[in-house]
C-alpha cells in the first residue's frame, strides 16, 4: 500500500514539475539611469462596484454603492483602490462591534 502512495505521489510531483514555465532565454538589460520602467499590467475587477462622488464635490467622501448609501472618507486613499463600507460590517453579538473584515467593499472613482 505504501508503494502506491510513493508511485502516486512521485508521478504527481513529475507531472507538476513538467508544467514549470521556461525562462526566457533573451539577455535581459537592466534599465539606464533616468529611464522608468512600467509597472505590470493588472486586471481590474469589474465585479467590484464603484463609489460615486458626493454631489457637492468635496475632496475625499465618496458615497458608497451600498444600502445606505452613506459617505465615506477616503482620504489617504487614491482613485481605483479598494476599500471597505464600515457601514456594512456584521456586529459581533458578544461585544456588539463591527467586525472589520465583513464589511463590503467598493472601488474609489
Given at each position: ?69 452613506n459617505v ?38
Open positions: 500500500m505504501k508503494t502506491r502512495h510513493i508511485t502516486l505521489l512521485a508521478s504527481v510531483a513529475a507531472a507538476f514539475a513538467s508544467c514549470a514555465p521556461i525562462p526566457d532565454s533573451a539577455p535581459t538589460t537592466p534599465p539606464t539611469q533616468g529611464s522608468e520602467v512600467p509597472a505590470p499590467m493588472t486586471e481590474i475587477d469589474s465585479n467590484v462596484p464603484v463609489g460615486r462622488p458626493t454631489p457637492d464635490g468635496k475632496k475625499d467622501m465618496v458615497i458608497s454603492p451600498y444600502r445606505p448609501y465615506i472618507n477616503v482620504s489617504g486613499y487614491q482613485s481605483g483602490d479598494i476599500v471597505g463600507d464600515p457601514s456594512t460590517a456584521r456586529i459581533d453579538p458578544k461585544t456588539n462591534k463591527p467586525i472589520a473584515n465583513t464589511s463590503k467593499h467598493f472601488r474609489i472613482p
